[in-house]
């Protein structure tokens, strides 16, 4: 009963220096931090220049290529996902969508995407075991992730308009991969 008792005192206590250190009050104004050096040779880029790089790596008008030789092609970004309307494509609108995990794995990829329900085979691109990935019943999508030049997964999916008549989504998508690699070297 004593190191219970014991046992409570300690956590109140912790629980009260916590509390009361969590409530100081720091005067002055915050200001951001300076653009020096930070021991690593590196400048600190508060601009963020370079935040949207990877979707960069290929052309626009590589990709409206691609696709179907499209040529208006408009980007957009959301999360770790790149994205390209392509107005003109064959049978009328497309889309291609990279995708980027620094930290992705084929087998992550592979696992998720037959938790999707969605139809995983293993390919080769550029030497490399890769993913190609369809949704059943779905001729007018299809996707292909491959191990990054350094690290992680990269993947294309290119998606035409339902029902319309275009070239393989698959063959587009796996070019589009095969370029990124080559690219990212």
């Not at 497309?94 to 620094?102: F, R």
């Not at 890769?130 to 993947?155: F, K, M």
């Not at 308009?161 to 070239?167: E, K, N, Q």
């Not at 393989?168 to 095969?178: F, N, S």
Request: with cysteine; proline share 4%; net charge negative.
């Amino acid at each position: 009963m004593r190191t219970t008792r014991f046992a409570t005192a300690t956590a109140a206590l912790l629980l009260t220096v916590t509390l009361v250190g969590c409530g100081e009050q720091v005067d002055g104004t915050a200001l951001p931090a300076p653009d020096e050096d930070r021991g690593g040779g590196e400048k600190v880029n508060s601009d963020f220049d370079k935040l949207l790089r990877e979707c960069e790596l290929v052309a626009e008008a590589k990709i409206g290529e691609i696709v179907g030789n499209a040529t208006y092609v408009e980007s957009s970004f959301s999360g770790a996902v790149c994205m390209w309307n392509i107005a003109d494509a064959p049978g009328g609108s497309a889309m291609a969508t990279l995708n980027w995990y620094e930290m992705g794995t084929l087998n992550n990829e592979k696992t998720t995407n037959q938790k999707l329900g969605y139809l995983t085979g293993d390919i080769t691109v550029q030497g490399r075991r890769a993913l190609q990935v369809r949704r059943p019943n779905d001729n007018d999508s299809c996707g292909v992730t491959a191990p990054a030049a350094d690290v992680g997964v990269i993947g294309w999916w290119i998606n035409y308009r339902p029902g319309s008549a275009h070239p393989d989504p698959c063959a587009g998508a796996q070019k589009l991969v095969e370029l990124t690699l080559d690219l990212a070297r």
